[in-house]
T-cell receptor
């Protein structure tokens, strides 16, 4: 069985603060994919990033960065210099690359991020 | 135009009614999925289809059925709606060439009275 845990239910920050969203996962598979999605107040789900299990290189995209550590089964997401438009629910998700759960996403419960002006 | 569309976007229905939610995609992906989102529970998989002839139950399929009419169309039906099926429903698509990245439609808000 696979599981994704986002322990932070809600985070509130003031604009320009840095914020890190935590994600811890469990899987027995050796090959898998990790994802982050953003759900703004309008409700749609926006794909942010995919990371393969065999690629532990961290990634930076503008103000967003992701830290993947297999040793701790974590895939954390940091927003630098947060902005009001970053206010959203953020979901971490896991998909195994093989076995009976191949291709199916398991989502964490989501973290509600509120950025105050 | 959006790659993944869902109709209707909002729906109010009464207990016991049959309703259908429709999903269409222009991404050319083989795989399609239906999820529901409830507050505090994230998204849970209802049904998925890896091609037109392949339909599989997800973790919460009871009370739902699906039809894959074509590669681009995947419909979700509630045979006899009940209030605890009130939720936000998402359709998604993926392709093996994208490392199983799923792309989501805009969602359908369903209220069962």
């Amino acid at each position: 069985a696979q599981k994704v845990t986002q322990a932070q239910t809600e985070i509130s920050v003031v604009e320009k603060e840095d914020v890190t969203l935590d994600c811890v996962y469990e899987t027995r598979d050796t090959t898998y994919y990790l994802f982050w999605y953003k759900q703004p107040p309008s409700g749609e789900l926006v794909f942010l990033i995919r990371r393969n299990s065999f690629d532990e290189q961290n990634e930076i995209s503008g103000r967003y960065s992701w830290n993947f550590q297999k040793s701790t089964s974590s895939f954390n997401f940091t927003i630098t210099a947060s902005q009001v438009v970053d206010s959203a629910v953020y979901f971490c998700a896991l998909a195994n690359a093989g076995g009976t759960s191949y291709g199916k996403l398991t989502f964490g419960q989501g973290t509600i991020l509120t950025v105050h002006p | 135009d959006a790659d993944v569309t869902q109709t209707p976007r909002n729906r109010i229905t009464k207990t016991g009614k049959r309703i259908m939610l429709e999903c269409s995609q222009t991404k050319g992906h083989d795989r399609m999925y239906w999820y529901r989102q409830d507050p505090g529970l994230g998204l849970r998989l209802i049904y998925y289809s890896f091609d037109v002839k392949d339909i599989n139950k997800g973790e919460i399929s009871d009370g739902y059925s699906v039809s894959r009419q074509a590669q681009a169309k995947f419909s979700l039906s509630l045979e006899s709606a009940i209030p605890n099926q009130t939720a936000l429903y998402f359709c998604a698509t993926s392709d093996t060439g994208t490392g199983e990245t799923q792309y989501f439609g805009p969602g359908t808000r369903l209220l069962v009275l």
